[in-house]
């Protein structure tokens, strides 16, 4: 009798919305956590890390909220291994189907000495005894021994050895700073193989940071070594460089299956919507050349390319546009076209949407199609995110009038709403007709703000395509960012400008409890 070896199954663990949340700017509310938790959950990721609880009250209702209505996957929340946090995590995680509960606690000499102060002894005990507690709670428990990539080997194996004594079923080990290489991180997870005695009873995880663009290739090192889970985010968001790229770690374990002879869960064609979804919803756009995802990651430009592409695919192209979800047909819907399609693209591009956002949205689309002939999948994406960024009472514009006359300064009147109440200004100041629409947005709202980056893109395809404007702006030292679709590029901006001031003001519940 033959027997067939089955490829070792990697779990993929998603960190979007917690390590991924850390970028400046890039915070969400609860309505884009959910829908990102969704989005993450119809790709086939394995584990969701849904937030930190104990940071905010945000960060606590996200992962309550997802645990309770997400499912296929397992949420998990973070906790340092101190008491509060981790009765945080649990209680925002008890009402879920499959949870866990991931502590962690540095363990590098770096952070031993300048960050906590406690010597190897104390780390242990405070590991084990922050295991334990979460085990209390729940069976599927993650331990993360912080900057293990600089930690010593022997304490590193010690560590890990004690938390899985305690309970750990997954040990993860974190590169924090994006320190390691891809022949050193190997060299830790062996280490770790080889010496840790009761290393079979844990799940090993990595956690790569990308400072030195080496998160893909670190943690394809450890998964060759053994490691079975990839802590990733999609879009490779996260502090700093950002983490690991969901969509290029899972696609090279797919295109070089015949090497790495393991595979993952993940339904790749949602990757493409899964990114769009996320980079609209930061507003934290995706380079056009990024692997792929990228809107050039399988344009062929030199002409041998495309001749060899013509003949044969395969010459050039080492996946399929279709495997990663590029669709070739970028369906066109126009004024006769009613809610079943619209709720049918809105579906293929990652949304879900309830009755009452798809009527909201079949508004919208109505009178884009009225505008504009052809309403593509961009502009769709567009419009229903212009609705998500409509918070509950907040600013809105009512009406603008603006004139700009060259050698002249511009003048702006506006007058924005919030709840029944509308204020009116008038500048007549300015750089330009945005700029004095900027001033007269912090004239009425009384937040001010400096401008770090400002752009202007088409949502689609087409002379009478959206203007999708992104802004990135700064507040008391923190980054907000801002997004806003019209078919008028002036008011694409103001509306850009404006949802970073709403931002700002919801961003004021980010506080520590
Ligand atoms: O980078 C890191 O060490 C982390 C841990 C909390 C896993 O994000
Ligand atoms: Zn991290």
Known sequence: MSTTNQPRQITIFDTTL??????????????????????????????????FPITSVGDFQAVQEIAKSVSGATICGLARCRDQDIDRAWEALQHGTNVRIHVFLATSAIHREFKLKMDKQEIIRRAVEGVKRAKSYCDDIEFSPEDAARTEADFLCEVVEAAIQAGATTVNIPDTVGYAT???????????????????????????????????????????????????????????????????????????????????SINTPRLVPTSRLVSNITGMLVQRNKAIVGRNAFAHEAGIHQDGMLKEPTTYEIMRPADVGFTQTDLVLGKHSGRAALTDRARALGYHLTDEQLEAV????KDLADKKKEVYDGDIAALIEQRNTRFVDQWQIVSYEVQSTSGQAPSATLTLARGDQQHTTSIDCGDGPLDALFRAIEEITGTTVVVRDFRVQSASRGKDAQGESTIEVEHHGQVYRGRGVSTDTVEAGTRAFLNAINRIEVGTNKNTT
């Not at 190997?186 to 280490?191: H, L, P, S, Y």
């Not at 079949?362 to 689309?365: C, I, N, W």
Request: contains cysteine; negative net charge; glycine residues 10%.
């Open 18 to 51: 917690r390590d991924g949340e850390q970028s400046p700017g890039c915070s969400m509310n609860l309505s884009e956590k959910l829908e990102v938790a969704q989005s993450l959950a119809d790709l086939g990721v394995n584990v969701i890390e849904a937030g």
């Open 182 to 264: 891809p022949a050193h991180f190997a060299g830790v997870i062996d280490n770790l193989m080889n010496r840790v005695p009761n290393i079979d009873q844990a799940v090993i995880s990595v956690h790569c940071h990308n400072d030195l663009g080496l998160a893909v290739a670190n943690s394809l090192a450890a998964v060759e070594h053994g490691a079975g889970q990839i802590e990733c985010t999609v879009n490779g968001l996260g502090e700093r460089a950002g983490n690991c790229s969901l969509e290029e770690v899972v696609m090279a374990i797919r295109t070089r299956n015949d090497y790495y002879q393991v595979e993952t």
């Open 362 to 365: 079949f508004e919208d689309f």
